[in-house]
């Protein structure tokens, strides 16, 4: 019954792929009226994209999965700067960072809102072939690139570990030896905002070359502060440096030092809104809740406060009359803080053996950070929570390529990941009669996994291929965790005597288990001319399990309690999935489109219960598809479209009165369109160019529950870009978010104090980059 329902699903979406252009004749009347003029220059055809999707270099078009690319001169030309705007242009992608701290990636609906420190995300974050796995160490990689991919639906079969519902991909622009070159970029704008962007290749010789890339951030607090300094703040700085190297005319050696440092920042506050529970202890908003009352609603009669004690406050008495027409303006007492150190080394060394090229990729990681926030956004001490991370990683690929007909793939991966946490919640609940108390754990999470993967892709008749991809993995992980009172002390013993303590001495075999997880592919390719490719796949990707690291004992008077929902199981998922890509128009135009199928079982769902972060196993099922067109319609002009449709739903969620529902994925909005028309045009001796961008995002919750305060209603931003460019150098005026739309991307639930507090994508931002290249680059 159920593969028969989910075979109905599929199914439903091949009229709807086949009517937006499944075999291109939707567009007939454009081409007709495009081979009715002048003919096009090369200049005018969309440019080919080579990604690395199936670990090798291949075209775009011929690559049976949904991507969406940007290479170097795309992100140039496209004036897409940040991870920000290529999330905008992504169809079926969401991006959520609340300062450097946490970055979290949604694709078509999966990723891991949770946010502690030692959790990996089920949406996988490579850099040159090198597994990122804290989520901690990946805001700032987007410099010097040569391009991004991003591969929707589970990519484990090669790319392995974590890439459940997709990944990123960011490849470095490498040393070349074909000369001396680089370029620099200069911005500033609002905020104080200044950054700065270059590269500098040096050709060593025929055979080596060296690369220095850096980049830099610097700008002032988005939120106004009427009690204190502005926060989030932000003083990045990052550096590459790479070295190529060819012994002979069958190996190539690519070293790599990486670092990236943020210190001296003020970390973004939350925005706060007053709230309270309805009858099933969902937060609800509203200027009308109850003055200063206790979980669940219960009114409790506030002390005298400076701040108010009428409805719309929070338990301590605090209002903010402003919550809702300006989340930028708040009044919050403490000056959170955040700093952050990542340095490692990379190898990459690429023997051909003839019959076979072999490669291998070995990466050393060390990440150190040190976070604090004020988690009330008041000026009460309420709330406050800090956390500290050391992290080390080091992993090693080596895999064995080659074919003609049959290409194949084979390796293995071995990776290292130690971590060492510990949160601190400090919690003032004197407002409630209570003492004050500060509490948290310290964690130890250490990891070892090997793996083996290969695939095969079939030529078997001339415009027909089969693909079959699998990759067994083992993890080995070990956990142990200690609530201290006060963090660090002593540990916490709950009502009974017994320490909160979870080792693999007080849980033998439950604090170290070993998981093994199976990735697949099967994939079906029918390319009927070199312009036109259909295909058909089913790819399973797993996530292994894991453990919370709640901060508090979520409520309870006992040990046993808390540390039965503690670990979590690994989840499966399982995409059926459809597609087509086309190139129209002679080359000026091109249109992939999909639909898919999610089968997603044991769900690493998050939830915030009691201030306490929670991650719960559910199943849920998703489907939808996008489609992506791009067209140079005339001279100049170009025009980039994309639409993502997206269907979720989490079944049997525990809500907080303890009732059952059914409830939709955060970050999943229903519909997404996004968008960039650019064009440029000769005079004044140079070229001039403008552009606009934007996305739409259909209504959305930010929280598993779905209660009412996590609604976001639809919304919609839009950049602009003038250029005037110049031989070696160009000069670009620019708007971010020009209407100054306000938008939430994250939500947190703290009912028991009479509030929740948001994150908020920026606000309209002004500023101008001035560019200057020289050489071949």
Request: glycine share 10%; proline share 5%.
């Amino acid at each position: 019954m159920y593969q028969r329902n989910m075979v109905y699903r599929v199914t439903r979406l091949l009229p709807w792929l086949a009517a937006l252009g499944l075999g291109g004749g939707l567009y007939s009347p454009l081409c007709a009226a495009a081979a009715g003029g002048a003919a096009s220059a090369d200049t005018d055809k969309i440019e080919e994209i080579i990604v690395t999707a199936q670990r090798r270099e291949q075209s775009i078009e011929d690559v049976g999965t949904s991507i969406t690319a940007f290479d170097g001169a795309s992100l140039q030309k496209l004036a897409l700067t940040s991870i920000t705007d290529i999330a905008q242009q992504v169809p079926g992608l969401q991006y959520q960072a609340f300062s450097p701290t946490i970055t979290i990636f949604n694709l078509r609906g999966v990723s891991q809102n949770d946010f502690g420190d030692h959790h990996e995300a089920p949406v996988a974050v490579y850099t040159d072939d090198v597994y990122n796995a804290s989520m901690g160490a990946v805001a700032g990689a987007m410099y010097d690139l040569d391009r991004v991919e991003v591969l929707r639906g589970p990519q484990g079969t090669l790319f392995g570990r974590n890439a459940t519902g997709g990944l990123i991909h960011y490849i470095s622009a490498k040393p070349s030896t074909d000369g001396d070159n680089g370029f620099v970029h200069v911005s500033g704008g609002q905020y104080g905002d200044i950054e700065t962007e270059g590269a500098l290749n040096f050709r060593l010789s025929d055979d080596s070359a060296t690369r220095l890339s850096f980049a830099t951030t610097k700008h002032e607090g988005l939120i106004h502060n009427l009690v204190g300094p502005d926060a989030n703040s932000e003083n990045q700085y990052a550096a590459r440096l790479q070295y190529l190297l060819r012994p002979n005319a069958d190996s190539q050696v690519l070293l790599k030092a990486y670092y990236l440092g943020n210190s001296n920042e003020v970390s973004p506050s939350y925005a706060w809104n007053a709230s309270c529970n309805n009858s099933p202890g969902l937060l609800q908003p509203g200027q009308s809740c109850p003055g200063s009352y206790a979980s669940l609603g219960a009114f409790v009669a506030p002390t005298a406060n400076p701040y108010g004690t009428g409805p719309g406050c929070d338990q301590s008495g605090y209002c903010n009359p402003r919550a809702f027409s300006d989340p930028f303006t708040q009044s919050f007492d403490r000056q959170g803080y955040f700093s952050r150190t990542v340095y490692g080394l990379t190898a990459h060394v690429d023997w051909n053996l003839g019959a076979a090229k072999l490669a291998s990729v070995t990466d050393y990681m060390h990440l150190n950070k040190r976070y604090g926030e004020d988690s009330d956004g008041s000026p009460n001490y309420q709330f406050n929570f800090d956390t500290r991370l050391d992290f080390h990683q080091f992993s090693q690929e080596l895999h064995l390529s080659g074919g003609d007909t049959l290409q194949w793939i084979a390796g293995a991966y071995f990776l290292d990941l130690a971590n060492v946490g510990l949160q601190d919640e400090s919690v003032n609940q004197t407002y409630l009669g209570f003492i004050e108390h500060d509490q948290g754990p310290q964690y130890t999470l250490d990891t070892r996994s090997v793996a083996l993967f290969g695939q095969t892709e079939w030529r078997f008749a001339p415009s027909w291929s089969l693909i079959t991809g699998l990759r067994y993995t083992r993890d080995d992980k070990t956990y142990s965790y200690v609530l201290w009172n006060p963090s660090p002390g002593t540990p916490l013993v709950d009502a009974v005597g017994v320490p909160y303590v979870y080792n693999s001495t007080t849980f033998p075999g439950l604090a170290n288990r070993t998981f093994d997880l199976y990735s697949g592919k099967l994939e079906l390719d029918f390319k009927p001319s070199r312009d036109s490719l259909y295909y058909a796949s089913i790819n399973r990707g797993p996530k292994g399990g894991g453990w919370s690291a709640p901060s508090n004992t979520s409520g309870s008077n006992m040990a046993s309690d808390l540390f039965g929902v503690i670990a979590y199981k690994p989840e499966t998922l399982i995409d059926y999935e459809v597609g087509t890509k086309h190139t129209l128009m002679g080359g000026r135009a091109r249109l992939n489109a999909d639909a898919f199928y999610y089968d997603y079982r044991n769900y690493q769902a998050f939830f915030l219960q009691n201030f306490t972060q929670i991650i719960g196993n559910v199943n849920a099922t998703l489907f939808g598809g996008e489609v992506e067109f791009s067209v140079v319609p005339v001279h100049g002009l170009t025009v980039e479209t994309g639409v993502s449709a997206l269907s979720t739903r989490i079944k049997n969620v525990t809500l907080p009165d303890g009732s059952i529902a059914d409830r939709e994925m955060p970050n999943a909005p229903k519909w997404t369109v996004n968008a960039v028309v650019r064009y440029e045009w000769p005079a004044a001796g140079g070229t001039w160019s403008t552009e606009i961008n934007g996305k739409w995002n259909a209504s959305q919750w930010l929280e598993n529950v779905n209660a009412p305060v996590d609604f976001q209603p639809a919304y919609g931003t839009v950049d602009l870009h003038l250029g005037y460019a110049m031989r070696q150098w160009e000069l670009t005026a620019w708007v971010k978010n020009a209407a100054n739309k306000y938008y939430r991307v994250y939500n947190l639930d703290l009912s028991g104090l009479g509030y929740n507090e948001s994150v908020y994508g920026n606000p309209r931002w002004v500023g101008a980059t001035f560019a200057y290249h020289w050489g071949k680059t």
